[in-house]
């Protein structure tokens, strides 16, 4: 069975400007969780998809969004840049999304912002 | 609020030698405890999880952890390093609720002498 694709691996981009970051799940998997990984805050929780409804939110600002399609795929979008969002983002598929569940992790997206 | 600490930033052992990497954890109820691994430039790999029963759970690449709840504990052991297992770990909590949400630990690094 396949498991988590992310792309693109790696993306440049410039302060201002927006991103769109894809996550394809493990097939059966529908929920979709996101994640920022930088050296000074570690791994965060951005959000939770199931079922294309977001159930779950972290503590990030209004510029991090994200959603899900009908075949559990998941897209995350960050508009206006800053140079602290250079990070890993990691995305995260597990059946059902609930307490417990075992979540299988991605390659990440390696986001550089200048 | 759940918390993750794991009190070791670094650590470095020799090949051969046994390995205990520590995680103190803070959670209101009955936690699902996992432990990841992270090599360089890759996602996370989950390594093993407790949800409840026994207490000394076993994953993978001959890993296991022990959860202590009068400590709140889940130190994750190998009796015998090997070289590849240098990489980065991280012990997150998961809520058993809906949504998903892991809060990690800020990780150790492991180093392996040869």
């Known amino acids: 069975k396949a498991g988590v694709t992310q792309t693109p691996r790696y993306l440049i981009k410039t302060r201002g400007q927006q991103v769109t970051l894809s996550c394809s799940p493990i097939?059966?998997?529908?929920?979709v969780s996101w994640y920022q990984q930088t050296p000074g805050q570690g791994l965060q929780f951005l959000f939770e998809y199931f079922s294309e409804t977001q159930r779950n939110k972290g503590n990030f600002p209004g510029r991090f969004s994200g959603r899900q399609f009908s075949n559990s795929r998941s897209e995350m979008n960050v508009s206006t840049l800053e140079l602290g969002d250079s990070a890993l983002y990691l995305c995260?598929?597990?059946?059902w999304g609930i307490g417990g569940d075992e979540q299988y992790f991605g390659p990440g997206t390696r986001l550089t912002v200048t | 609020a759940q918390s993750v600490t794991q009190p070791d930033i670094h650590i470095t052992v020799s090949e051969g030698a046994s390995l205990e990497l520590r995680c103190n954890y803070s959670?209101?109820?009955?936690?699902?405890l996992f432990w990841y691994v992270q090599s360089p430039g890759q996602g996370l790999q989950l390594l093993l999880k407790y949800f409840s029963g026994d207490t000394l759970v076993q994953g993978i690449k001959g890993f296991e952890a022990e959860f202590k709840r009068s400590q709140s504990s889940f130190n994750l052991r190998k009796p015998s390093v090997h070289w590849s297992d240098a990489a980065e770990y991280f012990c997150?909590?998961?809520?058993?609720?809906?949504?998903?949400?892991?809060?990690f630990g800020g990780g150790t690094r492991l180093m392996v002498k040869p």
């Open positions: 097939s059966g998997h529908r929920s």
């Open positions: 995260a598929s597990s059946l």
């Open positions: 997150a909590v998961g809520a058993n609720n809906a949504g998903n949400m892991l809060t």
């Open positions: 959670y209101g109820a009955t936690p699902y």
